[in-house]
């Protein structure tokens, strides 16, 4: 069994009409800030915010009348289950929906919106797949699998045309790796339209489970962890779709999650676009990794949007917090009238503001007379912090940063 170009061919024409064609455009910011020719492909511009739709439809699509009338099932993170949900519903299919725990709570309610029946098992993707195949047997239901599908994988490769459509000058597509069908599918359309073109995967470091598989190493035991792009965090890489994209894959890297944070933080600021973790996957290769891609014109997939409003408003105040643009001051000084007076007129004069104040009298550290003052402010950058720092240095009250 393998994945035809035929085959992203026919899915193309299947889901005409029924998803949005989403744009790619090129990005001239973040080509400054992370020295490649950056485009961006907006699959977060679909209607349940990702991608997923595309092979989730193209499936169902080909289903018998039987089949649909006896329904589907599925085990997802949140995006294959709302693409599934979402079409299912249109064609009048019923749909049974695990999650894992830990599942953002935005994906659970918009899945159960879309008129699926959720049910919440298990605490990662693998376990959550066991138990829909279970349901599946015990409901005779058909399974539909959200990566190790040829199907599947078919309808993701119309990524990849509709990129190579717009863009035909692209160089590299840095491609998320979850359980591998994303970029089995783009990667069988990308090397067919335009074979040296480079496929670069990329992982969550806490789940490397396509470069695990690559070194013949079991990447269960190795993988795990609260990593923000939930929507790749796949213990096992699919071994269909790892069949498909281990001739194309040229290099797969490992993603630390601060770069995950950042490209979140950025598209949001520079593009004014939600992207979920997993979703901001190729544009944190690039952050890092910037000698891999400088110079290269480079392909990136906004996969998803789908995040939770706590964790991305959590995202971007801890971006604000890597830039120094909010920074906790520490102080230590007579407890005395005037003294947080003295300090505040320094900091307002130079135009920072002042968030949060608090008294620490008991610290063993400080004098009995004296007091300790946590002044968490915000700032314009890092230059402007370090201003305000020499500034009460000067004035008697040296700070430091905690």
């Not at 249109?90 to 709570?105: D, E, K």
């Not at 190795?222 to 790749?232: N, Q």
């Amino acid at each position: 069994m393998t994945l035809a170009f035929d085959d992203i061919l026919a899915a193309r024409d299947r889901l005409q009409g029924h998803i949005e064609r989403t744009p790619c455009r090129a990005s001239k910011t973040l080509s400054e800030i992370t020295g490649a020719k950056v485009w961006v492909k907006f699959e977060n511009l679909q209607f349940t915010a990702a991608y997923k739709e595309r092979g989730a439809l193209n499936k169902l699509l080909q289903l018998t009348e039987a089949e649909k009338k006896r329904g589907v099932i599925a085990a997802s993170a949140g995006n294959h289950s709302q693409g599934l949900s979402y079409h299912a519903a249109r064609l009048g299919i019923p749909v049974t929906i695990v999650m894992p725990r830990g599942t953002p709570f935005v994906k659970v309610q918009q899945t159960r919106a879309h008129g699926a029946e959720v049910v919440i098992e298990g605490e990662v993707y693998d376990e959550a797949a066991a138990y829909a195949m279970k349901l599946r047997d015990d409901r005779d239901l058909v399974f539909v699998h959200p990566f190790n599908d040829l199907d599947v994988m078919a309808g993701q490769g119309t990524v990849a045309l509709e990129m190579l459509e717009d863009v035909p000058e692209l160089e590299v597509l840095p491609i998320p790796i979850g359980g591998g069908g994303l970029i089995a599918g783009m990667a069988t359309a990308a090397k067919h339209i335009k074979p040296d073109v480079k496929i670069v995967g990329l992982e969550p470091a806490m789940y490397p489970s396509f470069t695990a598989k690559m070194r013949g190493v079991n990447a269960g035991v190795a993988s795990g962890g609260a990593t923000i792009a939930e929507g790749i965090a796949v213990k096992q890489v699919g071994d269909l779709s790892y069949s498909v994209v281990r001739p194309l894959v040229d290099e797969v890297l490992l993603i630390e999650e601060p770069f995950f944070e950042r490209a979140v933080a950025l598209y949001c600021n520079i593009e004014k676009t939600v992207a979920e973790g997993a979703g901001a996957g190729s544009l944190a290769a690039l952050l890092a990794y910037p000698e891999r891609f400088r110079g290269k014109a480079c392909g990136l997939v906004v996969t998803g949007g789908n995040i939770d409003t706590r964790l991305l408003a959590s995202v971007l105040t801890r971006e604000l917090v890597r830039e120094q643009r909010i920074v906790s001051l520490r102080i230590i000084g007579d407890d005395r009238p005037g003294l947080l007076g003295t300090v505040s007129a320094i900091i307002g004069r130079l135009g920072a503001n002042i968030i949060e104040v608090a008294h620490n009298r008991l610290a063993l550290d400080v004098p009995a007379k004296g007091a300790e003052f946590d002044i968490l402010i915000e700032t314009r950058d890092a230059q402007h912090t370090q201003e305000i720092m020499d500034a009460l240095r000067e004035a008697g009250y040296p700070p430091r940063a905690v």
